[in-house]
């Protein structure tokens, strides 16, 4: 079974200083992996994607992540943080086999950005 | 524009009023999934489904029914809502091959 584990619940960094959003996976697959966005009041928007091509995918708004197998890890990171970045992030894998249609989230990482 | 449309954005209720939270999509997508937010859990799927007729239990199905009858809609059903079911909804679709796209949000409050 698929699973995904956010390390922390609460992040706090000040503005233009990097970000970093850990996230640790499990599959018995290569799995597909997910960085989703949530700013306050608002849905879920796609940052990023991993499905098995190269290992470091290339988000929006400046966002990056590596996927490391050896380490089953799929972090978040961005070079220099700002204001509005302040959000909720969710990791996220999808399942394989007959959970294909199962994407099981992370239970999300708060962002703060200090000015 | 491609989107995911939720129906009622807010919501609030009594125990035992049945309901329906209407979601519909534009992609002409085969994969539509409901999810609920609660603080500290992150989103937990509730039913999915896979095309037109065929749906599945997420992770947390219990008090809820889901049905589809057409491919752009997915609504999803609490016949008789309780206090716990109070939460934030999301509907999402997906091509099945990639990433999800999540409607705005239902907020339903049962009183």
């Known amino acids: 079974a698929q699973s995904v584990t956010q390390l922390d619940s609460h992040v706090s960094v000040s503005e233009g200083t990097p970000v970093l959003l850990r996230c640790n996976y499990s599959s018995s697959y290569s799995p597909s992996l997910f960085w989703y966005v949530q700013h306050p009041n608002k849905g879920l928007q796609l940052l990023l994607k991993y499905t098995s091509a190269a290992t470091l995918v290339k988000g929006i708004n400046g966002f990056e992540a590596e996927f490391k197998k050896s380490e089953t890890s799929f972090h978040l990171t961005k070079p220099s943080a700002h204001m509005s970045d302040a959000a909720e992030y969710f990791c996220?894998?999808?399942?394989?086999?007959?959970?294909?249609?199962?994407?099981?989230f992370g239970t999300g990482t708060r962002l703060k950005v200090l000015a | 524009e491609a989107q995911v449309t939720q129906n009622p954005r807010y919501l609030i209720t009594v125990t035992g009023k049945k309901l329906t939270v209407t979601c519909s999509q534009n992609m002409n997508h085969e994969y539509m999934s409901w999810y609920r937010q609660d603080p500290g859990l992150g989103l937990r799927q509730i039913y999915y489904s896979m095309n037109v007729e065929v749906t599945d239990k997420g992770d947390v199905p219990e008090g809820y029914k889901v049905s589809r009858k057409e491919k752009r809609n997915f609504p999803l059903i609490l016949e008789s809502p309780s206090p716990n079911q109070t939460s934030l909804y999301f509907c999402a679709s997906s091509s099945g091959r990639y990433e999800q796209f999540f409607g705005p949000g239902t907020r339903l409050t049962v009183l």
């Open positions: 996220v894998v999808r399942g394989q086999g007959s959970g294909t249609y199962k994407y099981i």
